[in-house]
């Protein structure tokens, strides 16, 4: 794959997951999150089951652990997300959760004690600038739902 499309599939994903939060905004003025989020899990089962049957009969014990181990925190996450959605903007909501890039260099340092580079300090302190830009008016507004997505990120 050459440059140029590459770059066009990478604005193809980003306008494909930027959008996913206006759309989902939308469903939830209709539905429940909780709701949405059985619908959607059940549906993404359902595929995965249908796609990956043969193999699923020869998992092994440890590996099913560790897999609902992390389905735990997936769940937890676009439970965070979802239900945060139905309280703030879309557009809070997704750049919210694109926070979780320049979020992992400050809970690397302190879980794991990684050092910070100069790139890393820069992102940071633009994301922040950027999320202050989107919440401020008259008086910062940091709601309930900014919050549950900051969670998810």
């Known amino acids: ?18 959008s996913t939060f206006a759309i989902i905004k939308g469903i939830l003025d209709q539905i429940m ?39 735990i925190f997936l769940f937890l996450g676009y439970t965070f997300q979802t239900v945060g959605l139905k309280y703030t903007t879309a557009t809070k909501a997704g750049f919210i959760t694109g926070l979780s890039v320049v979020l992992v260099p400050i809970i690397s340092y302190f879980f794991i004690k990684e050092k910070i580079n100069r790139n890393s300090v820069i992102g940071v302190i633009f994301a922040i600038i950027g999320l202050w830009f989107l919440n401020y ?5 940091f709601n309930f739902g900014d919050f549950l997505v900051l969670l998810c990120a």
Do not use: C, H
């Open 1 to 18: 794959m050459k440059g140029i499309q590459a770059e066009i599939y990478l604005l193809g994903i980003v306008v494909i997951w930027g």
């Open 33 to 71: 999150p909780f709701t949405f989020l059985a619908y959607r899990f059940f549906l993404a089962a359902f595929v995965l089951y249908v796609i990956f049957w043969k193999r699923l009969r020869n998992i092994d014990k440890i590996i099913l652990k560790k897999g609902f181990l992390i389905g």
């Open 137 to 141: 008016n008259s008086s910062f507004n």
